[in-house]
């Protein structure tokens, strides 16, 4: 099973919009709504952000939103803020035998 | 809280085996799915297994298969990730997870991360 398909690296300013894309195939992200979103720092550990494609944990910011459209979800961030800086992984669940798909991660880039 | 604090960074070599620790808090592990995940350096993310709320059962990722083992201590509220046969390949920090909810199929909580080096 590959690796869901994300942008390398994504950058914006304070205060813009950035979306991160995240595409897999019609087993994994096309066949369910299992899809979360994990934030990690420079040598943290990962911090789940948006689950079931568009809803948030109890303390996460709503600056931070997702989608999905046919194989391919999206988080977006709006209000970019500086501490958004970090690593960006999408999952999506596959199904009894694959089970859980990663994204390739993207990088965020506060300018 | 919840709090998931795993055991130190290992140094293997290869064809050697490495068991990693991952002690829970703040729940009742008996009730959740748990999870490995693991990160090659300046790599994603790999899922590598679960263990059901029942402990009797697991599920592996293909690539793993036959060569990972992941176990519970419910005494200790302990889960256990050995991976045997170890190659250079496995050099990574291995995360435990745990799954928010029965069928939630996503991780809520993580552990700090265990840094497994493979070398020779």
């Known amino acids: 099973q590959s690796a869901l398909t994300q942008p390398r690296s994504v950058s914006g300013s304070p205060g813009q919009s950035v979306t991160i894309s995240c595409t897999g195939t019609?087993?994994?992200?096309?066949?369910?709504?299992?899809i979360s979103w994990y934030q990690q720092h420079p040598d943290k550990g990962p911090k789940l952000i948006i689950y079931d494609v568009s809803k948030w944990p109890s303390g996460v910011p709503d600056r931070f939103s997702g989608s999905k459209s046919g194989n391919t979800a999206s988080l977006t961030i709006s209000g970019l803020q500086a501490e958004d800086e970090a690593d960006y992984y999408c999952c999506s669940y596959a199904g009894r035998y694959t089970h859980y798909v990663f994204g390739t991660g993207t990088r965020v880039s506060v300018l | 809280q919840v709090q998931l604090v795993q055991s130190g960074a290992e140094v293997k070599q290869p064809g050697a085996s490495v068991k990693l620790s991952c002690k829970a808090s703040?729940?009742?592990?008996?009730?959740?799915?748990m999870h490995w995940v693991r990160q090659a350096p300046g790599q994603g993310l790999e899922w590598m297994t679960l263990?059901?709320?029942?402990?009797?059962?697991?599920l592996y990722a293909h690539n793993f298969q036959g060569r990972v083992t992941m176990s519970r201590d419910t005494s200790t509220s302990t889960v256990y990730l050995e991976l045997t046969s170890l190659r250079s390949e496995d050099t990574a920090v291995y995360y435990c997870?745990?799954?928010?909810?029965?069928?939630?199929?996503?991780?809520?909580?993580w552990g700090q991360g265990a840094l497994v080096t493979v070398s020779s």
């Open positions: 997870a745990r799954e928010a909810a029965v069928v939630a199929k996503y991780f809520d909580y």
């Open positions: 703040g729940f009742p592990l008996t009730n959740y799915f």
């Open positions: 263990l059901l709320p029942g402990g009797q059962n697991t």
């Open positions: 019609s087993s994994d992200v096309g066949a369910y709504n299992y």
